[in-house]
C-alpha cells in the first residue's frame, strides 16, 4: 500500500454535506417538490448513523476557534481519537449507499462539480482521519497544521512547523448532535420567500454555475443590459431632482457588473439591489 493518502472528494464527508445543503438551496429555488437532497441529508446524517457522527467532527474542526495552538492541537487530538472509535466498516457502507442514492437522483459530474470554499481543510481533515493509511511526515505536518491555522484563524511560520513536536493529550469527548435538516430549510425559506423572480433567478444561476465563471458572467452581463434598459425607461418618470441624480449614478455604475474575467459575489449582490431597485421604481 503506497504511503501517501490521496484526497478523494466523493469520499469526503465533509464536502459530501456542503454540496448535499447546497442541492438542498438549489431544489428548493427550482421548486422541487420531491426535495430528494433533504431527504439524503436526512437519512444518511444523523445521530445514528456513522456518517452523521464523522461529519460532526469534520463541523468541529472547521468550526471551533481557539486562540491557543496548544489548545487547538489538543483538539485535533481529540478529534482523531473519537474518529478512531468509529465502525469503519459502516461509514464505508453508508457512503456508498449515499453517493448511490445522489448518482440516481442527480447528474453527479454536475453534483460535485461546484466550488468548495473550505475546501483545503476538508482535506486535510479527511487525510488525518484516514487511519488504514500512513501518512508520511511531511504530509501529516501540512494536514495538521492547515487545521490548526484554521481553528486559530492564523497563519503558522514554517519555521514553527518543521520544529514542533505534537505530543498526545487527553480530553472528553464532546456529545454529537443531531443534525437539524428542517431549520436549515425553514431558516431559508424564510429569509429569501420575499425575493422576486428575477431575484431568485440569479441565485439559481450563481449556484448552478458557482465553477462555470464563463456561464455565470455572460448571464450577469446579458441581465446588467436589460436591468440598465429598465432603469433608463423609468428616469423620464421621476420628477424628484435628487432621485433623479442619484437614478443616474445607479444606472452608470451598472457597467462595472461586466468588468473582471470572473463574477465575484459583490457582483451578484450588487444585481440583487439593481432587481429590488426595478421593482421599487415600478411600485412607485
Do not use: C, W
Request: net charge positive; hydrophobic share 35%; aromatic share 8%.
Amino acid at each position: 500500500m503506497s504511503s501517501k493518502t490521496k484526497h478523494s472528494k466523493i469520499r469526503n464527508t465533509g464536502i459530501l454535506f456542503e454540496l448535499l445543503t447546497r442541492q438542498i438551496t438549489v431544489d428548493v429555488l427550482n421548486n422541487d417538490k420531491k426535495g430528494s437532497a433533504a431527504k439524503i441529508l436526512k437519512e444518511f446524517f444523523n445521530k445514528n448513523t456513522q456518517l452523521g457522527k464523522e461529519y460532526e467532527l469534520y463541523r468541529v474542526l472547521t468550526v471551533e476557534n481557539y486562540k491557543s495552538e496548544t489548545k487547538a492541537n489538543h483538539l485535533v487530538d481529540a478529534v482523531i481519537k473519537a474518529r478512531i472509535k468509529l465502525n469503519e466498516s459502516s461509514l464505508k457502507r453508508e457512503k456508498y449507499n449515499l453517493i448511490k442514492e445522489v448518482r440516481s437522483n442527480y447528474d453527479i459530474s454536475d453534483f460535485f462539480m461546484a466550488r468548495i470554499p473550505n475546501y483545503k481543510v476538508n482535506a486535510s481533515i479527511f487525510k488525518l482521519f484516514s487511519t488504514k493509511e500512513t501518512l508520511k511526515p511531511q504530509a501529516e505536518t501540512e494536514s495538521r497544521f492547515t487545521i490548526i491555522e484554521n481553528i486559530t484563524r492564523k497563519n503558522i511560520s514554517i519555521k514553527k512547523k518543521e520544529n514542533i513536536v505534537v505530543e498526545g493529550y487527553k480530553k472528553q469527548e464532546k456529545d454529537l448532535r443531531l443534525l437539524a435538516y428542517s431549520i436549515l430549510v425553514e431558516k431559508f425559506n424564510k429569509k429569501y420567500s420575499n425575493l422576486s423572480a428575477n431575484q431568485r433567478n440569479l441565485l439559481k444561476e450563481y449556484i448552478n454555475n458557482i465553477s462555470n465563471t464563463n456561464s455565470l458572467k455572460e448571464f450577469i452581463e446579458t441581465e446588467t443590459i436589460k436591468v440598465k434598459k429598465q432603469l433608463q425607461s423609468h428616469l423620464p418618470k421621476v420628477t424628484d431632482k435628487v432621485t433623479k441624480i442619484k437614478l443616474k449614478e445607479a444606472i452608470n455604475q451598472a457597467e462595472t457588473l461586466m468588468k473582471g474575467r470572473i463574477v465575484e459575489d459583490k457582483q451578484v449582490v450588487t444585481l440583487m439591489r439593481y432587481y429590488q431597485l426595478v421593482k421599487e421604481l415600478k411600485n412607485v
